[in-house]
């Protein structure tokens, strides 16, 4: 059975103003006016596993995961969590919450400037009624030599931390509750290559220390790469490819994974480019292009893509892929 369950996800955001009158008049008659960040989205996620979800911006990783948490609701699909609905009522299970958890994507900003980091580490305790009888600056202490941070910066402020600190802060009270489950969303995004290595190897080990399971939200593939257990690669709110990271690396089928993975900078002046070549515009999700949505900027397309979304396939074991005309 797996941790977490993901069917058919679909998530809509209302569009207000000139966007939605633009998607009224695309949609035709009947409901309309909404952007969809996420469309029929599915996955399966093990303990003890890294999936690493992989898109550009605007894209739907964040909302997949916002999903999954609860903090935005889905108008479609379904979400399993150790074999049961997390979502009873429409609400979060108390214990749902306490098993889940997020790393944010801007640590200093998810930190209250009036609080202390001893505060902000231990907030979880208060909130789910643990903090009664505890010595919570000996809890405080306890959660940031787990990340690798000394005693004393429990009396610190946000201003106080570097980027890197303050992303262990934000790991630190991520696992305040001993969950199962942390989204970490661009862990690395904004640090030094050093401190990215730092973090990634932090990640490792509390993952190997306590069990976690962590789906990683990123679009650097040398972290993909490294930390990734399998991958899924997101397009315009579908995921258009998923597989053993170092399968999808060595053989991408989706034609937007392949020109992905060959846009890679590589620190050599006389190797030229040999990926894929994409060309036309990259369309929003209020212009969402008919069939699939990749098909503008893809070589390999025929008229049925440009007419109907392709169907998701399993071309081979632990793989899968929505393409007409994969690659290989």
Request: hydrophobic share 40%; net charge positive; charged share 20%.
């Amino acid at each position: 059975m797996s941790l977490l369950a993901v069917e058919g996800l679909s998530v809509r955001y209302r569009a207000p103003g000139p966007a939605a009158r633009a998607l009224r008049r695309a949609a035709g008659p009947g409901p309309g006016g909404g952007l969809d960040a996420g469309i029929e989205l599915s996955l399966a996620l093990s303990a003890g596993e890294t999936l690493a979800i992989v898109g550009e911006s605007g894209s739907g990783k964040s909302s997949l995961a916002r999903s999954i948490l609860g903090l935005v609701p889905f108008h479609a699909g379904r979400i399993g969590f150790e074999g049961q609905n997390p979502f009873p009522a429409g609400r979060s299970a108390p214990g749902f919450r306490r098993d889940v958890a997020r790393m944010f994507r801007d640590p200093v900003s998810s930190l209250s400037p009036r609080r202390s980091v001893k505060a902000r580490v231990t907030e979880p305790l208060a909130v789910h009624g643990l903090a009664r009888g505890r010595d919570l600056g000996a809890e405080a202490r306890r959660l940031l030599g787990l990340v690798g941070l000394p005693p004393d910066f429990a009396g610190r402020y946000p201003h106080q931390l570097s980027g890197g600190q303050a992303r262990r802060v934000g790991l630190a009270r991520a696992i305040a509750l001993a969950p199962k489950l942390v989204i970490a969303d661009e862990p690395t995004a904004g640090l030094d290559v050093s401190v990215q290595g730092e973090i990634l190897n932090l990640l490792g080990r509390l993952r190997q220390d306590f069990g976690l399971s962590d789906p990683i939200i990123t679009h650097n593939l040398a972290v993909v790469r490294q930390v990734g257990d399998r991958t899924a690669i997101l397009y315009m709110g579908r995921i258009v490819g998923e597989a053993p990271t170092e399968a999808l690396f060595a053989a991408p089928l989706h034609p937007w994974a392949a020109a992905l993975i060959a846009a890679q900078p590589r620190p050599d002046p006389a190797r030229r480019r040999t990926g894929p070549v994409l060309t036309g515009e990259v369309a929003s999700l209020e212009t969402r292009p008919p069939g699939c949505a990749f098909h503008p900027r893809c070589a390999r397309a025929s008229g049925l893509c440009r007419r109907v979304v392709p169907p998701d396939t399993r071309p081979a074991a632990g793989r899968r892929g929505a393409c007409r005309h994969p690659l290989g």
